[in-house]
């Protein structure tokens, strides 16, 4: 007499690998995109996030020292080559060896753009800060000015949603804003 004992086998069929391969499949389609496009953002908004903290140091020193502050491009006027900060000690309205820099930036990824206007788009580019923290011109006027910090390496549509603009009012004061939802988010936008 034969002794029958059962031996169960442990292990998946192969119908319960393909429906588990389709299901991770269908959740890759979903996230993927929100992913890649959650990483653009963040990268935007990281890039966003330290150009108004170089503003924001600028403006902290002048009032600090009592002297004039700048923010000036790495190279003539493309703010995307990175930029620094610096106290204009010997008030030539330009960094010099004699000035302090307070803070230097990386320059940008290269699927970035950053683009001044107004004071940020002269030759050479340049945010000033006098020693009450206001805005101002080597002309010694006060003025409103903007940066818009953008991805290059998109779509038109997707661009106009991958775009960050940071104002900076006549008081001095800096706000980031998104021109694709925020309707006072324009280049000539003083506050």
Same mark, same amino acid.
Request: charged share 15%.
């Given at each position: ?8 086998? %442990? ?11 389709? *299901? ?12 890649? %496009? ?9 890039? =966003? ?12 020193e002048a009032m600090k020292r009592g002297m004039n502050a700048m923010v000036v491009p790495a190279t003539g006027i493309d703010w995307s080559t990175g930029w620094t900060v610096f106290v204009d000690q010997d008030r030539s309205g330009g ?13 940008? %990824? ?16 340049? *945010? ?10 080597? =002309? ?6 903007? *940066? ?6 998109? %779509? ?11 104002? *900076? ?23």
């Amino acid at each position: 007499m034969k002794n029958s004992t059962s031996s169960r086998r %442990s292990g998946f069929t192969l119908i319960e690998l393909m429906v588990t391969v389709a *299901i991770a499949a269908v959740l890759l389609v979903v996230a993927v995109p929100s992913f890649v %496009s959650f990483q653009r953002n963040s990268e935007l908004t990281s890039a =966003t996030n330290s150009f108004v903290a170089a503003v924001n140091a600028a403006r902290g020193e002048a009032m600090k020292r009592g002297m004039n502050a700048m923010v000036v491009p790495a190279t003539g006027i493309d703010w995307s080559t990175g930029w620094t900060v610096f106290v204009d000690q010997d008030r030539s309205g330009g960094l010099n060896t004699g000035d302090t820099t307070v803070v230097q930036q990386p320059a940008l %990824s290269s699927y970035f753009s950053a683009t001044g206007h107004g004071t940020a788009s002269e030759t050479p580019a340049y *945010i000033m800060f006098d020693a009450s923290g206001y805005a101002k011109t080597k =002309t010694a006027g006060f003025g409103a000015l903007t *940066i818009t910090i953008a991805r290059n390496d998109l %779509s038109d549509t997707a661009n106009t949603e991958q775009t960050r603009r940071v104002v *900076i009012a006549k008081s001095g004061r800096a706000r980031a804003c998104k021109p694709a939802t925020d309707s006072t988010c324009t280049v000539t936008a003083e506050e």
